[in-house]
């Protein structure tokens, strides 16, 4: 079978898919009567944004076969995200992770609480991955979270890395790491082990320094990465909060092969409407510059950031953002002199 026709998918992420559940606008936790129902997740949000922008995604998790995993179920059709490789628990005891998420405002900062543990995912066996899995895809991504879940799951996302490596698949991952999921020695000692088999690294400065410890500048922080480990490609976001509602957001990506730095003006000022799954973004914009090129990180950065900068002004985990408007963004974010106001 020739390779391109066995690989048909571009990119395929393994995670856990939360259901989130907000307070209307700005609105608390602590008294708020309604919550908006959604969908989200770190793997989840890469596979929509890079599949809004023309990759042929999919997602390895597994759900509840029960009526709210019905309708995670739909959700994730709806964006073009395949549902190939999902697996169902019919078990009395199957449930889905929750979140809830509150907005903030400067000076109160955004708040989320997790209701994640022993939801459906946590049962997810290697035995239950389907062979075919490992050379379905170009590419395979998954981050620090779900490493950080529970040991089995940690046992199998780590077993699955070695797998698609070893079947030729390019291995990404992003270091995500979370405080209330593990330490920092924790999450650098497990993910020491996988970085062997990771060709794209994306990991911020301060995490860099702070569960990496690391020392020197970002630059030479990156490029350490690719000295110690065969890392091809990382990629570091910046982002400097101003307020819960402005941001501004940009990145650094080397390039071990060309030993190359690439960088351009970040996005200032963004008008913050929801944070969550800007990061996100930024990784699926960067996995479509890079899969849709060969490699071109230039490409890369100029995706990955437009792409999270939107991501910032739009409500919910998942970006909405198509190929046209994201190239839209690139073109006015790169040119000087008057602009127009609207899109007409």
Not at 92 to 103: I, L
Request: hydrophobic fraction near 35%; include cysteine; charged fraction near 25%.
């Amino acid at each position: 079978m020739e390779e391109s026709k066995r690989r048909s998918f571009d990119l395929l992420t393994l995670g856990q898919v939360l259901l989130r559940l907000s307070p209307p606008d700005n609105d608390r936790l602590s008294r708020g009567d309604t919550f908006v129902k959604q969908v989200g997740g770190a793997e989840l949000n890469v596979a929509v944004g890079a599949s809004l922008l023309g990759l042929r995604t999919g997602v390895i998790s597994k759900l509840p076969s029960h009526d709210i995993g019905s309708f995670m179920k739909g959700k994730i059709r709806s964006f073009g995200v395949s549902d190939d490789f999902f697996m169902y628990d019919d078990s009395p005891s199957a449930r889905v992770g929750v979140y809830f998420y509150e907005n903030g405002a400067y000076p109160r900062k955004p708040k989320v609480i997790y209701d994640r543990l022993n939801s459906s995912f946590f049962s997810l066996n290697i035995d239950e991955i389907p062979e075919e899995v490992y050379t379905a895809s170009k590419c395979f991504h998954t981050t620090g979270i779900t490493l950080a879940l529970s040991p089995q799951i940690r046992e199998t996302a780590i077993e699955m890395i070695k797998r698609f490596k070893e079947a030729g698949t390019l291995v990404s991952f992003d270091v995500n790491f979370r405080g209330n999921l593990w330490s920092g020695d924790e999450a650098r000692e497990c993910i020491l082990k996988i970085l062997p088999y990771v060709d794209i690294f994306f990991c911020s400065e301060d995490t860099a320094r702070l569960t990496f410890l690391k020392t020197g500048t970002a630059k030479e922080m990156m490029k350490s990465f690719t000295e110690e480990y065969p890392i091809s490609i990382v990629a570091s976001t910046q982002r400097i909060v101003h307020s819960p509602k402005r941001h501004t957001f940009g990145s650094v990506i080397y390039d071990a092969a060309r030993d190359m730095y690439y960088e351009e003006e970040p996005y200032h000022d963004i008008e913050v409407v929801d944070r969550i799954g800007s990061g996100d973004a930024y990784i699926s914009g960067a996995l479509y510059g890079l899969l849709s090129s060969g490699g071109d990180c230039s490409r890369a950065i100029a995706f990955g950031n437009a792409t999270a900068a939107v991501k910032n002004t739009i409500p919910g985990d998942l970006p909405s953002s198509n190929l046209e408007e994201i190239e839209t963004i690139i073109k006015a974010h790169n040119q000087t002199g008057p602009q127009s106001e609207m899109a007409r």
